[in-house]
């Protein structure tokens, strides 16, 4: 049991002023939090027992005890600590980019692992397997993603759309139905065009699925289906960089496990894909 520390970590912009004393503090300490009480904590981070507890809520874990369980499985499993590799620094050299980059994603896809329920995930997968249709949503960077999904369920016969355009997302939404799946991804879960666009499809009766940063937005209160991503992302940076690969990790899980759910109708309609393509490049080369 761990992942205590990342939920305090992405939770901590957005949890009330009362709670942010004790998380700073259990962040600051975390060695030290195992061994407490819930009223030594509230003592030594200057909160309250009450305000303890509502934390724990607040992140999604059951109480004191849970999270203290979790902490105690981050300090066991921690490593040697590659803090130097959280920024680029000028003048970087390409080999110490290489193992930067590198510490950086498989942080980011460890951390994602240990924030996701995989009931959740089973649950978008058996309504991606069940879906009339599904639409990807997403803006900038994460459209990218919403891509991805379309040209990997595509090819394995699903009807899928990742519209870019806001109106034409507006419209695919509105004409959606039950049975249907909008699936939106947004790192801040705080797109306003992406908010307009699910709040269309859930309105539509269709079953929608997030895929967002852990700790509370707007977008998570649309969703049937909640699914995170933690990203160790630099203060300045000009693309998404962490976030885009935990996505994309987290869309080739629910892919395979889609795929795997009907493999002999898989392989016939990603032979059907293979061979319209070969087909097609044939035909150009003549």
């Given at each position: ?13 957005s ?12 962040l600051?300490h975390?060695?030290?939090v ?22 724990c ?10 999270l ?5 499985g981050d ?19 390409v ?9 950086k ?15 959740a ?54 004409n959606l ?21 699910l ?31 933690v990203?160790k992302?630099a203060r ?19 892919y395979?496990?889609v ?27 003549k």
């Amino acid at each position: 049991m761990n992942g205590g520390l990342t939920l305090l970590r992405e939770s901590l912009p957005s949890i009330k002023p009362s709670e942010k004393n004790a998380a700073s503090y259990i962040l600051a300490h975390p060695a030290e939090v195992v061994t407490l009480s819930v009223q030594e904590l509230a003592v030594k981070s200057g909160s309250s027992e009450a305000a303890v507890i509502r934390l724990c809520k607040s992140i999604g874990v059951t109480g004191y005890r849970e999270l203290k369980l979790k902490i105690a499985g981050d300090l066991q499993n921690e490593s040697v600590s590659k803090e130097a590799f959280d920024e680029i620094e000028p003048n970087d050299t390409v080999e110490h980019l290489i193992e930067a980059m590198a510490e950086k994603h498989i942080q980011s896809i460890d951390q994602t692992m240990q924030v996701n329920d995989a009931k959740a995930l089973e649950r978008a997968v058996t309504m991606i397997s069940r879906a009339r249709k599904i639409d990807f949503y997403g803006v900038g960077a994460s459209y990218l993603v919403a891509q991805d999904g379309e040209q990997k369920f595509g090819r394995i016969g699903k009807w899928c759309t990742a519209y870019s355009d806001a109106h034409q997302q507006l419209a695919s939404a509105a004409n959606l139905t039950f049975g249907d799946v909008a699936f939106a991804i947004s790192y801040s879960g705080e797109t306003g065009q992406l908010l307009q666009v699910l709040q269309r499809a859930r309105d539509a009766g269709a079953t929608t699925i997030v895929m967002t940063k852990l700790g509370p937005n707007w977008l998570q209160q649309l969703a049937d289906i909640q699914l995170f991503t933690v990203a160790k992302e630099a203060r300045i940076r000009s693309a998404a960089t962490s976030s885009r690969i935990v996505q994309m990790y987290l869309m080739d899980i629910i892919y395979t496990a889609v795929a795997g759910r009907d493999y002999e109708h898989t392989i016939e309609a990603l032979e059907k894909s293979r061979q319209a393509i070969q087909q097609a490049f044939q035909t150009e080369q003549k």
